[in-house]
């Protein structure tokens, strides 16, 4: 077994130096010696198929497969990313966090802890004849969250939006339409409140 270099901040740092790099090096369900900084064994559930890019932090308790991570990101732990899902480069997406398939976050975007995404808009588990779903029973809808956003904690984000370039989504906030750029959007359903001022956000650009 490979075995990966744990930092003391409990995030582990596969140091790749290219971006979209596939890491067969990770067994689908890596386990990790004890560590004498980290005295508790973690796991990390990351399919051969996930490209990661140069950096990348993953703390314990993660399961990835099919999808992509870019350069200097930080996934926390209990994450969940499915296939053909994206994440971009210096994210940060905090624990328990649901990325499922057909989201993409580009470059700089925060997403904060247990913030879930939405892939269905009309969900049902079986068919009209009772068997249950299979992939080809349903459509993956898309959601795409733009450069520099923040999500805050426990939001929800449903299916066919596109969040804007440096908004703000509050916590617990049920994203159901487009949000602008610069929008700070709060409530359920969500609803702008205000505009961040450029300058608020200029440090970022």
Not at 59 to 88: H, M, P, W
Not at 122 to 128: D, L, Q, S, V
Request: aromatic share 6%.
């Amino acid at each position: 077994m490979n075995h990966i270099p744990e930092h003391a901040n409990g995030h582990t740092n596969l140091n790749l130096k290219s971006d979209n790099i596939t890491a067969p090096q990770l067994p689908l369900c890596a386990v990790e010696p004890e560590m004498s900084t980290q005295p508790i064994n973690g796991y990390l559930c990351i399919a051969p198929d996930v490209k990661v890019g140069s950096n990348v932090k993953f703390s314990k308790f993660v399961n990835l497969y099919g999808c992509e991570v870019g350069d200097d990101t930080k996934i926390g732990a209990f994450v969940e990313i499915q296939k053909n899902a994206r994440v971009g480069k210096r994210c940060k997406i905090s624990s328990h966090t649901f990325i499922c398939e057909g989201v993409t976050i580009e470059d700089e975007v925060f997403v904060g802890h247990n913030v879930t995404f939405v892939n269905d808009t009309f969900p049902r588990a079986t068919t009209g004849a009772g068997s249950l779903q299979t992939e080809a029973d349903w459509k993956v809808e898309t959601t795409l969250v733009k450069r520099g956003a923040s999500i805050g904690s426990g939001a929800t984000i449903l299916a066919n939006v596109v969040i804007g370039e440096f908004a703000l989504i509050g916590a617990g906030a049920v994203v159901t339409k487009n949000v602008p750029a610069y929008a700070i959007v709060a409530g359920n359903p969500g609803r702008v409140v205000r505009y961040a001022d450029d300058e608020s956000v200029k440090h970022l650009g």
